[in-house]
């Protein structure tokens, strides 16, 4: 009996730390710097799919200089930890929060109809927010 709680006791220690591995490569690796540069490369290819000039580069000389790249990795580590967490309403909110965005950075979108790079910014959208589900499933370990 004594052997089985040892075991236990080194079970449950193994999976906490495959816990915190699991949640460092959903947050890190796949949600900053995996998300970082997929959703850049995805967004690339969107401008040149559509014929528009690429607006933002992959390496800014600024953090704050454009801040798509810090809106970016802020909303896949939050949704990725809403998605990690069980969160219930989680793909209620990523729709609410792609309208709200696209709404505030292109008015095009309520004024003249859509443009291209509006398309672009939701197609985007979309893009990182899908990076955010993978990085999520990592976090509960349904992926991994």
Known sequence: MATLGAQS????????????????I???????????????LWYAFLCWLV??????????KR??????????????VFFAVAIGTDMSGTAIAMIGWITVKN?????????????AQGTVSLLSSMGSMLIAIVAGEI??????
């Open 26 to 40: 959903g947050l890190v690796v796949v949600a900053i710097v995996a998300g970082w540069i997929v959703s850049y």
């Open 63 to 76: 953090p704050l200089d454009e801040t798509g790249h810090l809106t970016g990795v802020v909303e896949r």
């Open 51 to 60: 014929k528009i000039e690429c607006k933002v580069s992959l390496w800014p």
């Open 9 to 24: 006791s080194v079970h449950s220690h193994t999976m906490i730390e495959n816990e915190y591995l699991r949640w460092f």
């Open 103 to 115: 709404i505030i950075l292109w008015p095009g979108f309520t004024r003249n109809g859509p443009s």
């Open 139 to 144: 976090c509960r370990g349904k992926l991994l």
